[in-house]
């Protein structure tokens, strides 16, 4: 008796974990943004903005975390393809009157499968960087609100968050 295939495209007929063959798809430029913030004390926020942190420049070495990141992201996500990125940016808005920073990260490669989890990929690390660089003095700050903002490439073609 045959299983019904799964609307998950990891998993077979039969429910087993496996990597989706790419190699019929036809490579095409695609690109991935996405967006995230950590929330802190407005303290802290100053600190970041005025670049004294005690472990230097905290934008600087949470952008390059964030390109680190999405570059090896296959290494940690079990089922997602080694890719090759042609570009990875972040970019960081500090917010005073919400006492946030946003970051957002834009992903592109010309490929048979998209980067969005490349991007997502890129603001957690950065995020998580920021957290590690000014937990010294506030260690409340939360991470939240991480998604995909947009997508463009591919046969299911273009995605856009409302928000």
Known sequence: MSTPASPLTHFDAQGQAHMVDVGAKAATHRVAVAKGRIDMQPQTLALIESGTAKKGDVLGIARLAGIMAAKKTSDLIPLCHPLALTRVALEFELLPAEQAVRCTATVETVGPTGVEVEALMAVQVALL???????????????????????????????????
């Open 129 to 163: 960087t920021i957290y590690d660089m000014c937990k010294a003095v506030d260690r409340g700050m939360v991470i939240n609100g991480v998604r995909v903002a947009e997508k463009r490439g591919g046969k299911s073609g273009s995605f856009v968050a409302l928000g």
